[in-house]
């Protein structure tokens, strides 16, 4: 399996500033993705992180709000810019570890955002 | 729209006792996932059982799987108090993941 780590584990922000959330994976993935649960609920996909190219927004996501890096393959930015309070959530990396169509996906320790 | 859907919201047991989580979905699936959340921290990732697979173990985790039905369960035996955390069953592939709204479960000292 893969050990995914996180930083900053947790920040207050003010509104109107942008945060840049760093995972590391210990071992090359092809494939990372960026989630988003916001309190009390589930899990929400932002986008695909993809090693050389622009990242893969889900519906609803964009670019511009959500900008994610991947130099590499085992390092993915995600920034959440002009911050409002309804982007207080939880934030976190995930890594999908295998070579079939069953592969496991692995997740890291998250990043909990609160604005104010 | 959402493809896992768990039940009970919530599940309040006693240390000892078995708890049982069960999760339905709508579409055809390859393989499904559980999760175990603790306080609002990372996931956990407990096992995957493949489409044509109908149970599996993993220590005192048990996982079924009814492709005809549509649905999943997810047994804990023996529970401790430090079982105590949110469980999400979890569809798709590809990292493209669609998640239940989750089960709380309380396990009294």
């Known amino acids: 399996s893969a050990v995914i780590s996180q930083k900053p584990s947790r920040d207050i922000c003010q509104r109107g500033t942008s945060l840049t959330i760093q995972c590391q994976v210990d071992?090359?993935?092809?494939?990372m993705f960026w989630y988003r649960q916001q309190p009390g609920q589930s899990l929400t996909l932002i986008a695909t992180?993809?090693?050389?190219?622009?990242?893969?927004?889900e519906s609803g996501f964009v670019i511009d709000k959500f900008p994610i890096s991947r130099p590499n393959l085992t390092f993915s930015t995600l920034t959440v810019s002009n911050m409002s309070p309804e982007d207080s959530s939880i934030y976190l990396c995930?890594?999908?570890?295998?070579?079939?169509?069953?592969?496991?996906?692995?997740f890291g320790p998250g990043t909990r955002l609160t604005v104010l | 729209s959402q493809q896992g859907e768990e039940d009970p919201q919530a599940l309040s047991i006693q240390e000892g006792e078995n708890a049982t989580m069960n999760c339905s979905y709508k579409?055809?699936?390859?393989?499904l996932q559980w999760y175990r959340q603790n306080s609002g921290r990372g996931l956990v990732h407990l096992i995957l059982?493949?489409?044509?697979?109908r149970e599996k173990h993993s220590g005192r985790l048990r996982v079924t799987l009814d492709t005809s039905k549509k649905s999943s369960s997810l047994l804990i035996t023996a529970s401790r108090a430090a079982d105590t955390a949110s469980y999400f069953c979890?569809?798709?592939?590809?990292?493209?993941?669609?998640f239940g709204k989750g089960i709380t479960l309380s396990v009294r000292p």
């Open positions: 579409t055809s699936i390859n393989n």
């Open positions: 059982i493949r489409s044509n697979e």
């Open positions: 071992s090359q993935v092809t494939m």
């Open positions: 995930s890594v999908e570890w295998g070579l079939s169509s069953y592969n496991e996906q692995f």
């Open positions: 979890a569809t798709g592939g590809r990292g493209k993941l669609t």
């Open positions: 992180a993809n090693q050389g190219s622009e990242a893969t927004y």
